[in-house]
């Protein structure tokens, strides 16, 4: 009776260790998860898009430039809407495309659609876009000039989806980053902080003959953006 008495109290003892054993585990081990995801957002700054013809920029109120505008609209934060009206032979429409990061994670350029042209065909058939060149600004105020390819112009109207898609092919905006499309290439010393030009334009040639007099056309640029892989 004794011994079993001995067993009994062995057997209650080794389970209140192993109880507070497992007590000393739980109270101990605290795991605590996080989890937050990204955001994805690429799109068209509104405060700096915009089409307006290249000799109303001369002495302009850039300021006023938004509520002058007649030229584009945003139609979404990816698509522009240009409008070229009152043209004639020898003018230019300045093209004023801004693209920047908003979200939190790297983006990659996916594809440029160019949709249309809408309006007077013998004016679509004309209208040229002398040179296209990009650069990305980044976050931390430097600039880098995109590859040039095929830079040498003009271009017609009807090349100049290829000619954006090939431009900005492997093109990856990090957090923060601005993609600018502009005229010329003029973007050697913009490190230092030299101002570039923001825009690329379209111009109708000083050939064009009287059939292009008071025509109008519209086209769209949507420009679309993937996650990296």
């Given at each position: ?16 260790l192993m109880g507070a054993g497992y ?55 990816k698509t522009l809407e240009v409008t ?15 693209m920047k990061n908003y979200g939190s ?125």
């Open positions: 009776m004794k011994k079993a008495k001995i067993i009994t109290a062995a057997v209650l003892a080794a389970t209140l007590a000393s585990w739980n109270d101990n081990v605290k795991i605590k998860n996080s989890v937050e995801t990204g955001t994805f957002n690429v799109s068209f700054d509104k405060d700096n898009c915009w089409v307006l013809p290249s000799d109303s920029l001369v002495n302009a109120d850039m300021n006023k430039i938004e509520s002058d505008n007649l030229y584009s609209t945003l139609k979404d934060t070229l009206k009152n043209m004639y032979p020898g003018s230019e429409v300045c093209v004023n495309t801004v994670i790297p983006a990659k350029f996916d594809n440029v659609e160019v949709s249309g042209p809408t309006g007077d065909n013998g004016l679509i058939q004309d209208l040229e876009v002398p040179f296209l060149y990009g650069y990305i600004e980044h976050k931390n105020g430097t600039v880098s000039s995109l590859p040039d390819v095929d830079s040498k112009g003009p271009i017609k109207l009807s090349q100049l989806q290829a000619k954006m898609n090939n431009l900005l092919s492997n093109v990856i905006l990090q957090p923060g980053d601005t993609l600018k499309l502009q005229k010329s290439n003029n973007n050697k010393n913009n490190n230092s902080g030299i101002a570039v030009e923001d825009h690329f334009n379209i111009e109708l040639p000083k050939d064009s003959t009287n059939i292009t007099q008071n025509k109008e056309a519209k086209f769209d640029i949507t420009i679309s953006w993937k996650q990296v892989d």
